[in-house]
């Protein structure tokens, strides 16, 4: 072997032997063992040195000016935050919670938080700022109201943002036209619906003339003692017609309101021209139709025709009363035989004894109701066909007779 060769094997064999053997000069002198269990402890320290500080979060200090949780509300455009009610109720919850306005009046601030959630808007998970918009944090922004009537007249508008079509119905009200005239008083949204305990108005139906003696409790002694307050009140019959019926529920209107006087007999005959309602109280559904076949109905239309002319207007509830009206038999019934002649004189002063002895009610004569009438009416409808069918016979009997002998005569010359 040559010799070259031979020194290249040994230095390749003596570099192999010192990668294989440990180190004495390594880290100091230390061997590979020791510093592999070393490296292994420190790695495990590392890693939980990350995971408690990845992990700890200092706690804030709470105080009462800390904005409150942010979260979403039922009814919001997605993205736009609310507040809690359990944040607002954290406080309005406490009993006997109020504060003085400048008039001197005792405001209550404490919300029932069963009374709201057994709400309609409690029920369907609406939030506190939803009506409160100004009011988002604590402390709250000065009140600007003076007295508990400026209150409510300053929130009832906010019912306009998801009531957007009912309220603007009000805005045609004689509620809203009294309010736009100074009266305070005038009924707006929370006046009939509540503020933290909405309900259903109409649930049970007797609500709704309750509703309306807050401010009308004359006209609703006067309702209890009609024939409709009786059979609604008195006897929980569904059927009979309440305030809402006859004046709207929002848009609420008047006898005062000459549209309203004017196209008043409509109103009734929703329930006296139905033939399923009244057959049940054995009740004669010809009012619409017996009432514009007569004088009065005639006048009526002509006026809706020509609303500038001045003519003899009676409707329905100038005759049977407004919010008195009585069965047709009692005592104080306006249209009671004994009363007619009375009631009639409002618009005919010189009116005789003998004036209501035409009057036929709203009854089509028949054979119970008015027979005179009904035989009477019964003969024409033979005796006039057969009278005008005579004498049409008989000219044209006549004429032809006329021709035919002229042509006779003629023919004769």
Same mark, same amino acid.
């Given at each position: 072997?040559?010799?070259?060769? *031979?020194?290249?094997?040994?230095? &390749?064999?003596?570099?192999?032997?010192?990668?294989?053997?440990?180190?004495?000069?390594?880290?100091?002198?230390?061997?590979?063992?020791?510093?592999?269990?070393?490296?292994?402890?420190?790695?495990?320290?590392?890693?939980?040195l990350t995971i408690i500080l990845t992990t700890y979060q200092p706690a804030a200090a709470q105080t009462p000016t800390e904005p409150p949780?942010?979260?979403?509300?039922?009814?919001?455009?997605?993205?736009?935050?609310?507040?809690?009610?359990?944040?607002?109720?954290?406080?309005?919850?406490?009993?006997?919670?109020?504060?003085?306005?400048? !008039?001197? =009046?005792?405001?209550?601030?404490?919300?029932?938080?069963?009374?709201?959630?057994? !709400?309609?808007?409690?029920? %369907?998970?609406?939030?506190?700022?939803?009506?409160?918009?100004?009011?988002?944090?604590?402390?709250?922004?000065?009140?600007?109201?003076?007295?508990?009537?400026?209150?409510?007249?300053?929130?009832?508008?906010?019912?306009?943002?998801?009531?957007?079509?009912?309220?603007?119905?009000?805005?045609?009200?004689?509620?809203?036209?009294?309010?736009? =005239?100074?009266? =305070?008083?005038?009924?707006?949204?929370?006046?009939?619906?509540?503020?933290?305990?909405? %309900?259903?108005?109409?649930?049970?139906?007797?609500?709704?003339?309750?509703?309306?003696?807050?401010?009308?409790?004359?006209?609703?002694?006067?309702?209890?003692?009609?024939?409709?307050?009786?059979?609604?009140?008195?006897?929980?019959?569904?059927?009979?017609?309440?305030?809402?019926?006859?004046?709207?529920?929002?848009?609420?209107?008047?006898?005062?309101?000459?549209?309203?006087? &004017?196209?008043?007999?409509?109103?009734?005959?929703?329930?006296?021209?139905?033939?399923?309602?009244? %057959?049940?109280?054995?009740?004669?559904?010809?009012?619409?139709? !017996?009432?514009?076949?007569?004088?009065?109905?005639?006048?009526?239309?002509?006026?809706?025709?020509?609303?500038?002319?001045?003519?003899?207007?009676?409707?329905?509830?100038?005759?049977?009363?407004?919010?008195?009206?009585? @069965?047709?038999?009692? %005592?104080?019934?306006?249209?009671?035989?004994?009363?007619?002649?009375?009631?009639?004189? @409002?618009?005919?002063?010189?009116?005789?004894?003998?004036?209501?002895?035409?009057?036929?009610?709203?009854?089509?004569?028949?054979?119970?109701?008015?027979?005179?009438?009904?035989?009477?009416?019964?003969?024409?409808?033979?005796?006039?066909?057969?009278?005008? *069918?005579?004498?049409?016979?008989?000219?044209?009997?006549?004429?032809?007779?006329?021709?035919?002998?002229?042509?006779? @005569?003629?023919?004769? =010359?």
């Amino acid at each position: 072997m040559p010799k070259s060769i *031979g020194n290249r094997t040994e230095r &390749l064999t003596r570099a192999e032997a010192r990668m294989h053997r440990p180190s004495s000069s390594l880290l100091g002198g230390m061997t590979l063992k020791p510093i592999r269990k070393i490296g292994l402890a420190g790695i495990l320290c590392l890693a939980f040195l990350t995971i408690i500080l990845t992990t700890y979060q200092p706690a804030a200090a709470q105080t009462p000016t800390e904005p409150p949780p942010q979260v979403e509300q039922p009814g919001r455009t997605s993205g736009q935050p609310g507040v809690s009610n359990e944040y607002c109720l954290s406080c309005h919850a406490t009993p006997d919670m109020q504060t003085t306005l400048p !008039s001197g =009046e005792v405001l209550f601030l404490t919300v029932d938080p069963e009374v709201y959630n057994n !709400s309609i808007h409690g029920q %369907q998970g609406y939030a506190c700022v939803q009506c409160h918009t100004g009011i988002r944090e604590f402390p709250h922004p000065p009140l600007e109201a003076e007295t508990r009537r400026d209150l409510s007249l300053n929130y009832y508008q906010s019912c306009a943002r998801c009531h957007q079509a009912m309220y603007e119905k009000t805005l045609d009200s004689v509620h809203q036209q009294a309010l736009a =005239e100074g009266n =305070e008083n005038a009924a707006v949204c929370t006046d009939c619906h509540g503020a933290h305990d909405v %309900q259903d108005p109409a649930v049970p139906r007797t609500h709704i003339p309750e509703t309306c003696r807050r401010c009308h409790s004359t006209i609703y002694e006067t309702y209890t003692d009609s024939v409709h307050g009786e059979a609604l009140i008195g006897e929980g019959n569904p059927d009979v017609p309440t305030c809402i019926d006859c004046h709207g529920v929002h848009n609420v209107s008047g006898p005062s309101n000459q549209p309203f006087h &004017l196209f008043s007999p409509q109103i009734c005959a929703r329930c006296h021209a139905d033939e399923d309602l009244m %057959q049940k109280y054995g009740i004669s559904t010809n009012v619409f139709e !017996s009432y514009v076949a007569d004088f009065h109905g005639t006048t009526v239309i002509f006026d809706q025709s020509f609303p500038d002319q001045e003519v003899n207007t009676p409707v329905c509830i100038d005759c049977h009363g407004v919010h008195d009206m009585r @069965k047709v038999d009692e %005592q104080e019934s306006q249209v009671m035989k004994e009363n007619l002649l009375d009631t009639c004189r @409002k618009c005919h002063p010189d009116a005789s004894p003998s004036f209501t002895d035409a009057w036929l009610s709203h009854y089509q004569p028949d054979r119970e109701h008015y027979p005179a009438v009904y035989f009477t009416n019964l003969f024409y409808k033979f005796f006039i066909p057969a009278v005008l *069918g005579g004498m049409a016979i008989f000219v044209v009997g006549d004429a032809s007779r006329r021709i035919l002998n002229r042509r006779r @005569k003629k023919n004769h =010359e």
